[in-house]
C-alpha cells in the first residue's frame, strides 16, 4: 500500500513594496474623500465678527467666506437665530452642498444716545415738577433711551424748591448702558406771569372761492410750558 503525502505550500506574506502600494491605495482614496465630501471648500474670514447695533446684518456668502466665485456663488448663509434690534452674541450657520460650519456675530451697542434741548433756559415755577421727556427730542439711538435728572438712579422729574437760577444735567441712557448729559440752565419763578405769545397771526388776502385755513402757520409759545401750538 502506498502512501502519498502531498506537500503543502507555504504561504508567504505580501512584501513591505505590496503593502506599500496598499497604503498608499487607501491613503489616497481617503484623502480624496475627505476633499470630496467632508472638507469645506472655503476659508472663513473670521470666526467672529462685530458689528455696531443698527447696522444691516451681513446675509451674503462673501460677509463671512472668501474663494472661488463659483463655490461661493453655491455657499449659503443662516441668520435665522440673528435678533438686528438687540445687542448680543449670535450663531451664524454657514452651508455649502450640506457641509456647514458655524461663526459669531456679535452685535455691539457702542454709541451714546444724541438729542436736544427743546428750549434753553426753561422757566418753571416754584413746586412745579418738571419731566425730563418733556424736555428734550430729536432722541437718537439705536436701542431704547431714558431721559432723567440723575445718572444713576433714572429719576425721570425734578420739582423745584427754590427761586433762582440753576445748572442741571438731563442723562440719555440707553439700553446698553450708554450715557450722554445735556447740560440744562433752569430759572424758577414764583408763578406763571405772562401769556402764551402768538406768531404767525397775519393778514391773508384770499381769490374768491379759494379755501383758507387760519391755523395755517400760527404758533404759541409759553415762556414756562413751551411750544403750545398743538394746543390751539
Known amino acids: 500500500m502506498n502512501v502519498h503525502y502531498r506537500r503543502q505550500r507555504r504561504r508567504t506574506a505580501p512584501s513591505p513594496f505590496v503593502l506599500f502600494l496598499i497604503l498608499v491605495v ?9 476633499f470630496r465630501f467632508f ?3 472655503l476659508k472663513v474670514l473670521a470666526k467672529t465678527q462685530t458689528i455696531e447695533l443698527g447696522s444691516p446684518v451681513p446675509a451674503a456668502a462673501a460677509d463671512y467666506l472668501t474663494g472661488e466665485a463659483s463655490v461661493l456663488a453655491k455657499a449659503t448663509v443662516d441668520i435665522a437665530e440673528v435678533e438686528a434690534g438687540q445687542a448680543g452674541t449670535y450663531p451664524v450657520t454657514l452651508a455649502y452642498e450640506g457641509r456647514k460650519r458655524k461663526v459669531k456675530l456679535v452685535i455691539a451697542d457702542t454709541i451714546a444716545p444724541q438729542a436736544s434741548l427743546r428750549r434753553q433756559p426753561v422757566i418753571s415755577v ?14 437718537e439711538d439705536a436701542a ?12 425721570g422729574t425734578y420739582q423745584p424748591a427754590a427761586l433762582g437760577l440753576f445748572d442741571l444735567k ?4 440707553d439700553a446698553s448702558g450708554n450715557q450722554t448729559a445735556l447740560p440744562l440752565q433752569l ?15 397775519d393778514a391773508a388776502q384770499l381769490d374768491l372761492g379759494q379755501s383758507f385755513d387760519p391755523l395755517a402757520g400760527v404758533t404759541a409759545m409759553d415762556e414756562i410750558d413751551g411750544d403750545l401750538t398743538p394746543d390751539i
Do not use: C, H, W
Open 26 to 34: 487607501i491613503a489616497t482614496a481617503g484623502i480624496l474623500a475627505y
Open 39 to 41: 472638507r469645506f471648500p
Open 126 to 139: 416754584l413746586g412745579k415738577p418738571l419731566a425730563a421727556d418733556d424736555l428734550v427730542m430729536d432722541i
Open 144 to 155: 431704547a433711551v431714558t431721559a432723567s435728572f440723575d445718572p444713576k438712579d433714572k429719576v
Open 170 to 173: 438731563i442723562y440719555l441712557t
Open 187 to 201: 430759572k424758577v419763578v414764583e408763578a406763571d406771569q405772562n401769556p402764551p405769545q402768538f406768531a404767525g397771526i
